[in-house]
């Protein structure tokens, strides 16, 4: 049986034992686990405990689950190992195998004539050899569960390696599937696998200039345009329930609170997608991910709309507090300092807003945490502001233009919906670029 020690100092209780099989763990008293602190979700992740390992899947927490500093949505951890819900450090422990009982000595019967004494071996016979397993060749990946036996495929999500027989095969007249016994993912041979891997390092190896090229074909890539078509339907809907309502608020009254949650739900539900992007990419996963899930009002929401918010204030809170020092007092606005005020706050923005969404904090956008990244970035990150700013405004005249040329009910507002949803996308991708090629030198999430 496993359990779980919390390293955080101040959470009681300071052990946590995991029952039999799967379970979920977090803030709320429902959970069979419970840890009360505050950067834990509701429902933060699900524990499995096989073979001696942990299974940790997050739950779409809010400040996320990370294992060897980094932030993963399906992992495995090893006895002795730690890793982190939010800002709470666990270290997962199993106990020791008890050892084998004694064999019994055998009982004489008391209407036995005399005892069957089995003679000594002689002395010069060597003892039995004892049953050994041939050892698998230098390199080659032993099964989880048959040591003995050489792995024919692993699992890209939890790096699970399998033999044939634990995989759960699917057959068809035309393929056969395998998934991962461990988390049910698809499974890969061994040499795809290290395919896929030296790709991926070979990307890794690219600088950040070098893969901009390729942000602009990413709401492109496998599953991304039926996710931006279903998308462009959700948000044009929303857009019209929202447009619609306020048209109306002098006959219904009580539209104007229906309109507000509609609008509060679009942006939120819209800032989540986006952070589920930035999360992916953080990863070095080429996909673009499938829509949130939507389970809690508060974390999937508010949280995501509320990072944005607070970003923007950080990034031009000042430009608008003198624009709105100067016309509230009837004064003239000096250009030379409102000019600056505003394009600092575009050279402050992209980072803040990658800190706060990687974080899943407000507190991230302080200037201890941005300033510092910004000059470790230099070059890069002035080169990611103009690109990112570039594309905000290709979206923005893109959007005016489609409105101009084209007078057509509800025809603009689809259109443009779709390259709005595009655009941000590239926006997001690129964000996440700049963290995934420069983790190492930002250091946010190092243990």
Not at 81 to 102: H, I, N, W, Y
Not at 259 to 269: K, M, N, T
Not at 364 to 385: D, E, H
Not at 396 to 407: C, G, I, Q, Y
């Amino acid at each position: 049986m496993g359990r779980l020690h919390i390293l955080t100092a101040g959470i009681e209780p300071a052990v946590l034992e995991l029952p039999a099989g799967t379970t979920t763990l977090g803030r709320r008293e429902d959970n069979p686990l419970r840890l009360s602190d505050d950067s834990v979700s509701s429902r933060h992740c699900e524990l499995t405990e096989a073979d001696g390992r942990l299974t940790i899947r997050d739950l779409g927490s809010t400040n996320g689950t990370f294992i060897n500093g980094e932030r993963v949505e399906q992992g495995i951890v090893t006895p002795g190992a730690t890793f982190k819900l939010g800002s709470v450090e666990l270290r997962f422990e199993v106990d020791a195998p008890s050892p084998a009982p004694a064999p019994e000595a055998p009982k004489l019967s008391l209407g036995s004539r005399s005892p069957q004494v089995v003679p000594p071996a002689p002395a010069g016979a060597a003892p039995p050899p004892p049953l050994t397993t041939a050892p698998l060749a230098k390199g080659v990946k032993a099964c989880a569960r048959h040591p003995a036996t050489a792995a024919q495929y692993i699992c890209p999500k939890c790096r699970t390696h399998s033999c044939d027989a634990c995989v759960k095969a699917h057959e068809s007249v035309s393929k056969r599937t395998v998934f991962c016994p461990v988390c049910a993912t698809k499974a890969l041979p061994l040499a795809e696998f290290a395919q896929i891997q030296g790709e991926r390092q070979v990307r890794e190896d690219l600088a950040f200039h070098q893969q901009i090229k390729g942000v602009f074909k990413y709401p492109f890539s496998k599953g991304g345009l039926a996710m931006l078509i279903i998308g462009t339907l959700l948000f044009f809907g929303l857009d019209f329930l929202v447009t619609w309502g306020w048209k109306m608020r002098f006959i219904m009254l009580k539209v104007l609170g229906y309109v507000g949650i509609v609008a509060l739900f679009s942006a939120g539900y819209l800032c989540a997608y986006l952070q589920k992007i930035l999360f992916a990419t953080a990863q070095g996963e080429d996909d673009v991910p499938g829509w949130p899930e939507f389970s809690q009002w508060w974390d999937d929401i508010v949280v995501p709309f509320r990072l944005v918010i607070v970003a923007c204030i950080a990034s031009f809170g000042p430009a608008f507090a003198y624009m709105g020092f100067h016309v509230g007092n009837d004064s003239e606005m000096s250009l030379t300092i409102l000019f600056p005020l505003f394009a600092l706050g575009f050279l402050y923005f992209p980072m803040a807003l990658l800190a706060a969404a990687m974080s899943n904090s407000c507190f991230a956008v302080n200037p201890l945490v941005v300033l510092p990244a910004i000059t470790r970035l230099n070059l890069q990150y002035a080169l990611a502001c103009a690109v990112f700013f570039a594309l905000v405004l290709v979206r923005f005249l893109s959007e005016t233009l489609l409105h101009a040329v084209l007078p057509i009910p509800v025809l603009p507002t689809l259109l443009s919906s779709f390259v709005a949803l595009y655009f941000l996308a590239v926006e997001v991708r690129l964000l996440g670029l700049l963290y995934y090629t420069n983790r190492r030198q930002l250091g946010w999430f190092s243990s």
